[in-house]
């Protein structure tokens, strides 16, 4: 007894040093981290020089959360840039006499949509008016890079690059012969002619009326894209580079270079530390740097210095990535999540009105009728609720749009989608080639369905498919409603047709062009909000605090993540990082067959309008290694 007592006391014992240490250990990790954000604010940064733009990823309108595990092993993946963050930087700088010039780096940049480009193109045009430079430089620009860089005094491109505009649209990816030699089957419920995410999973190939609306999509955004560039850089001679760029080419000895500056693509061709001096002759040298080395003020802490400003009673909502169901970490818009935001709104009595920011291809109909009626709640208490679009809004994105008593978009805004499908996988052919069969009984026809072991019945069909009807109707109902439309008439333009902003104004499913700025000011109109009252508020999901810890004590954030990102600087390497995604998007697409909500108001086609999703380390390694999985059983 006296033994046991002794062992129980030693257990004891060290279980206490464990946790003073682990304590002590916590709290030097904090106080180290205090420091480092402390220096990361202030120390090493000049009063006055270049703002300093490392765009190393995409520019998103909500960055999203890092979990834990990501955290703590320091792989957080390539930076996400806060599109309001950045624009307000920019357009902070315009006014600021310590900024003299404005710099963009946009090696690695992986884009951010037509409707984001052109917000921050304006911001970087108001520093031009107000006499300051702006530059970039970059080894390879691409559709959304080259229409950043336009917007700039000076376009730099390194002696080795390449301007690789090439223009919106490109293959699709269809899955059906896969499906097919696994032994699977996909049960497709749907409503609506043009309702193509579907498609993917039941044919070989685009069909003629995904493509008849595809085409349209396509030559609208482009001809937006070719205007914003042309207001831009008039003596960029874009058209007549794509026209023929291997005689261009061969003219120029294969020089991609020396091709885009004499197509007035480009100012001046010249490596970083060319480029470092010519900004330094701008802006002021660094002053312990050498050669090439400029006076920087990064982007982030110059956000840091100039928060956003408080007081304001317009309440911004932010429904932006996949709409899913239940909670989830920004990034994603989970219906549960955006509810407790709307709701807390409501609760705050400093909140005169709502604006909601809509950048989503939409995702789980539930979520996104969660999200709607939120919204109404907020509406029957007399708040007025103005919508405003960003990249795309389509489908589940449409669908919570419908609460708003007036919706801004922008000529190249993705919207509509007006339709609803379901999705179900079964596998009864796939285990009967392994020797897994099954049999049973049952008390009614729906007993045990959905089968996805022995096969859907026909009854469960006709189930599923009423469902999908039912919704769609409901769709239908909501939007003719909310647009003073007849239901036929919606019907008519809905049937999962996606449409871009300018032709969406045109029939009546968006009210005004405008941005974000332009929604805030209809809704602090609407509610008599004058002054600093009439400023916008953000209501963004809480950021896990102890994963944003994790993530400081591996080493500065930014550097972090640049080390992660692996940035391609060559147009060779930039075709492989492309296909990286494609692969990616293989495992994510077949994913979705058997994960998350079966009953989806989506638009899987939109996606290839907004930028990719960021993915960690942990996370490619998963979704290869479900590839190569997938790949092994064929």
Same mark, same amino acid.
């Given at each position: 007894m006296v033994g046991f007592i002794k062992s129980a006391w030693k257990l004891l014992v060290a279980i206490k040093d464990g946790l003073v240490l682990l304590l002590l250990l916590l709290f030097f990790a904090m106080l180290y981290t205090g420091i480092r954000m402390a220096r990361g604010a202030d120390g090493g940064i000049p009063a006055s020089g270049a703002l300093y733009l490392t765009l190393d990823g995409p520019i998103v309108e909500q960055p999203r959360d890092i979990d834990r595990l990501s955290a703590l092993s320091g792989d957080t993946g390539a930076a996400e840039h806060r599109l309001r963050d950045v624009v307000r930087a920019i357009e902070t700088a315009a006014g600021d006499s310590a900024i003299k010039a404005v710099v963009l780096d946009l090696d690695g940049f992986d884009g951010g949509g037509q409707v984001a480009m052109e917000r921050v193109g304006a911001a970087l045009d108001k520093v031009r008016a107000a006499g300051k430079p702006v530059l970039t430089h970059a080894s390879f620009y691409d559709d959304d890079g080259y229409q950043l860089a336009a917007h700039a005094s000076e376009v730099w491109l390194s002696p080795l690059g390449m301007v690789g505009v090439t223009g919106p649209g490109g293959s699709n990816l269809y899955y059906k012969g896969l499906i097919d030699k696994l032994g699977a089957k996909a049960h497709v419920y749907r409503v609506g002619t043009y309702k193509s995410a579907v498609e993917p999973f039941i044919r070989t190939d685009q069909s003629p009326e995904a493509r008849a609306a595809s085409e349209a999509l396509v030559k609208s955004i482009w001809a937006n894209w070719l205007a914003d560039v042309g207001k831009a850089r008039p003596k960029a001679k874009v058209s007549a580079y794509l026209a023929d760029p291997v005689a261009l080419l061969r003219a120029h000895s294969g020089d991609a270079a020396r091709v885009a500056q004499a197509s007035g693509l480009v100012d001046k061709l010249g490596d970083k530390l060319a480029f470092g001096k010519r900004v330094a002759d701008l802006a002021g040298e660094a002053q312990d740097g050498g050669p090439g080395d400029f006076a920087a003020i990064p982007l982030g802490n110059y956000i840091r210095h100039h928060g956003e400003p408080g007081g304001g009673k317009v309440g911004i909502i932010t429904v932006a990535g996949e709409i899913v169901d239940g909670e $989830?970490? $920004?990034?994603? !818009?989970g219906g549960t999540t955006i509810a407790y935001l709307i709701r807390d709104a409501l609760a705050d009595g400093n909140v005169a009105a709502l604006v909601l920011r809509v950048d989503s291809p939409g995702g789980s109909a539930a979520a996104a009728e969660e999200i709607r009626s939120a919204l109404a709640e907020a509406k029957g208490r007399g708040l007025p609720i103005i919508v405003s679009m960003s990249n795309v809004a389509a489908s589940g994105g449409y669908w919570v749009s419908t609460a708003g008593d007036m919706i801004f978009a922008e000529p190249a805004t993705i919207t509509g989608s007006i339709g609803v499908f379901g999705i179900l &996988? *079964?596998?009864e052919e796939t285990l009967a080639k392994i020797g897994v069969t099954s049999d049973g009984v049952k008390a009614t026809a729906l007993s045990g369905e959905p089968d996805v072991v022995g096969g859907v019945s026909p009854a469960f069909d006709q189930l599923a498919q009423a469902s999908v009807e039912d919704i769609y109707g409901k769709f239908i109902g909501l939007v003719a409603?909310? /647009?003073?439309? *007849?239901?036929q008439r919606v019907?008519?333009?809905? @049937?999962? /047709?996606?449409?871009?902003?300018?032709?969406?104004? @045109?029939?009546?499913?968006? %009210?005004?062009?405008?941005?974000l700025e332009d929604a805030v000011a209809e809704a602090a109109r609407r509610a008599g909000l004058e002054g600093s009252a009439a400023q916008a508020r953000y209501f963004d999901p809480k950021p896990d605090a102890w994963a944003q810890f994790l993530a400081a004590?591996?080493? %500065?954030? #930014? %550097? #972090? /993540? !640049? /080390?992660?990102?692996?940035? &391609?600087?060559d147009w060779l390497s930039h075709a492989a990082h492309r296909q990286e995604q494609v692969a990616m998007r293989v495992v994510t697409d077949l994913r979705g067959l058997v994960e998350g909500a079966s009953i989806r108001a989506d638009c899987l086609e939109c996606r290839a309008f907004a930028p990719s999703p960021v993915a960690t380390q942990r996370e490619k390694a998963g979704w290869f290694g479900a590839l190569l999985q997938w790949a092994s059983k064929r």
């Open positions: $989830a970490l $920004a990034g994603r !818009a &996988p *079964s596998f409603g909310a /647009r003073k439309l *007849s239901p019907d008519e333009i809905g @049937q999962g /047709r996606v449409w871009d902003g300018g032709t969406a104004h @045109q029939l009546k499913l968006v %009210d005004r062009f405008g941005g004590l591996t080493g %500065d954030e #930014a %550097d #972090a /993540r !640049a /080390r992660t990102n692996g940035a &391609p600087h």
